[in-house]
């Protein structure tokens, strides 16, 4: 699964063999929001600076990563 940079995305449950992997193009991180009025500003300033990766971080430059993001 592919979540975009700004996509509001949340656990609610899972099974005990659910791992997750998080990448972040170089030079950014992760950030938590909460769905507060105050936070929009600073995440969609933040958004804006998500650059397109480079490659697919499995498959390479080839890959679906780079088929479905699409600036």
């Excluded at 609610?12 to 009025?37: C, H, I, T």
């Amino acid at each position: 699964m592919l979540i975009p940079a700004g996509v509001a995305h949340k656990n609610l449950g899972s099974s005990a063999d659910f791992r997750v992997v998080g990448a972040y193009p170089e030079g950014q991180s992760w950030d938590m929001n909460y769905g507060k009025e105050w936070e929009r500003p600073t995440a969609d300033e933040n958004i804006r600076k998500v650059k397109l990766p480079v490659m697919d971080p499995v498959f390479g430059q080839e890959g679906p990563v780079i088929d479905q993001w699409k600036p």
